[in-house]
T-cell receptor, first 112, second 112 residues
């Protein structure tokens, strides 16, 4: 049982490049979300999904796109990377509201 | 919107008790969480409490909630060097948009 798997673990991009951060879960959870973590700050919600085919914006959605074609996968796309997107990105899943949110190990992204 | 605040740093000696504090602003019924993050790792849920509770105890961990002051604390008894980490307070409302709002984290340093 892998839980929440994020790939890659590390990535360096040049400004203007695009890439997709992958997130997969095997817990059959409907709710999935993406957060970014910056130094000295807590995690901030980028986008979330309450089920396949349904996504919505979080606190800091600009510069990111998401889709949810299956229950298991919730990829995060950076269309044109900017240095301000240098951060650690965490994917999370949650069962019923108020139960534990399971986090992936994170993707450390550097944009130069 | 919701806001969660924490002090940034706490240093204790091994064997002492640690108390990490958090304040939040959400006035609705809410779940309140404590997460632990070790270096280079994702977030691990330690415990959570619903806003209609005053206290929750789980082995060495005690959560106290003062609803009037919207103040949450995490007490770690007999603190060990393995408890050194960043501790995040987070909340999510009982209804409405389902998203975790995190504090900026408290770095706990345990000295031998």
């Amino acid at each position: 049982n892998a839980g929440v798997t994020q790939t890659p673990k590390f990535q360096v991009l040049k400004t203007g490049q695009s890439m997709t951060l992958q997130c997969a879960q095997d817990m059959n959870h409907e709710y999935m979300s993406w957060y970014r973590q910056d130094p000295g700050m807590g995690l901030r919600l980028i986008h979330y999904s309450v089920g396949a085919g349904i996504t919505d914006q979080g606190e800091v959605p600009n510069g990111y796109n998401v889709s949810r074609s299956t229950t298991e996968d919730f990829p995060l796309r950076l269309l044109s990377a900017a240095p301000s997107q240098t951060s650690v990105y965490f994917c999370a899943t949650e069962g019923r509201r108020g139960t534990e949110a399971f986090f992936g190990q994170g993707t450390r992204l550097t944009v130069v | 919107g919701e806001d969660v605040e924490q002090s940034l740093f706490l240093s204790v000696r091994e064997g002492d008790s640690s108390v990490i504090n958090c304040t939040y602003t959400d006035s609705s019924s809410t779940y309140l969480y404590w997460y632990k993050q070790e270096p280079g790792a994702g977030l691990q849920l330690l415990t959570y409490i619903f806003s209609n509770m005053d206290m929750k105890q789980d082995q060495r961990l005690t959560v106290l909630l003062n609803k009037k002051d919207k103040h949450l604390s995490l007490r770690i008894a007999d603190t060990q060097t393995g408890d050194s980490a960043i501790y995040f307070c987070a909340e999510t409302p009982y209804t409405g948009r389902r998203a975790l709002t995190f504090g900026s984290g408290t770095r706990l340093q345990v000295q031998p």
